[in-house]
């Protein structure tokens, strides 16, 4: 059998080792992460778990005086992957794109 890169002839036998069985404990509990946790995933997609107090300061330090006017906005991976390889602002970027 030839090299797939064409250098040469493949003449070891090598044998087929499974891969170990994946963590179960997680699997069993549903994740690696208990109970409700919100995490903060800022512009640079840095990511960090966040506290309701934490959330709430946030808002503030924005200026977001009314809850409501915020709003939800539904984007794709690719988009998000785009966005990261063309700058620093990926959210602001994606999110903020007409």
């Not at 250098?7 to 549903?30: D, F, Q, S, W």
């Amino acid at each position: 059998m030839l090299c797939p890169t064409g250098k040469g002839r493949m003449t070891e036998v090598l044998h087929y080792v499974a891969p170990e069985a994946p963590n179960t404990r997680a699997l069993v509990e549903g994740g690696f992460v208990r109970g409700v946790v919100t995490y903060l995933v800022m512009d640079n997609l840095k990511v960090m778990p966040m506290s309701t107090i934490s959330t709430i300061t946030l808002l503030n330090n924005d200026n977001v005086k009314d809850i409501g006017a915020l709003e939800e906005k539904i984007v794709y991976g690719l988009d998000l992957l785009q966005a990261s390889l063309e700058c620093k602002g990926t959210l602001t970027s994606v999110f903020l794109r007409n």
